[in-house]
Nanobody, 124 residues
Framework: QVQLVESGGGSVQAGGSLRLSCAYSGRPFSGYGMGWFRQVPGKERDFVAG????????YYADSVKGRFTISRNNAKITVDLQMNSLKTEDTAVYYCARKGRSGTYSWPNLYDAWGQGTQVTVSS
């Protein structure tokens, strides 16, 4: 059984940085793309970033391009999200997910395993 556990959330002032980490347990890790999504109360879960298994191709939402960086460590079985130049609108619960089906990384329906989420709060 696959389990994803996020960590690294917290509170930060606008302009600051946070690094989220997603620990993956269970088999297999290889062959799966991974993604980060975020959600605020009352809204749908939005795509933030994704990374492929094969060559580590990365994908980003326009709102975070140039500020966020997704990376994966296949030896440690972790997926990280480095968030710089944070804005108040980045405030959300952030979720790590495993992409179980082929298709566009931004579609949450293609992901078959999710973490419990970690809160990120950015204040002005």
């Amino acid at each position: 059984q696959v389990q994803l556990v996020e960590s690294g959330g917290g509170s930060v002032q606008a302009g600051g940085s946070l690094r989220l980490s997603c620990a993956y347990s269970g088999r297999p890790f290889s062959g799966y793309g991974m993604g980060w999504f975020r959600q605020v109360p009352g809204k749908e879960r939005d795509f933030v970033a994704g990374i492929s298994w094969s060559i580590g191709t990365t994908y980003y939402a326009d709102s975070v391009k140039g500020r966020f960086t997704i990376s994966r460590n296949n030896a440690k079985i972790t997926v990280d999200l480095q968030m710089n130049s944070l804005k108040t609108e980045d405030t959300a619960v952030y979720y790590c997910a495993r992409k179980g089906r082929s298709g566009t990384y931004s579609w949450p329906n293609l992901y078959d395993a999710w973490g419990q989420g970690t809160q990120v709060t950015v204040s002005s």
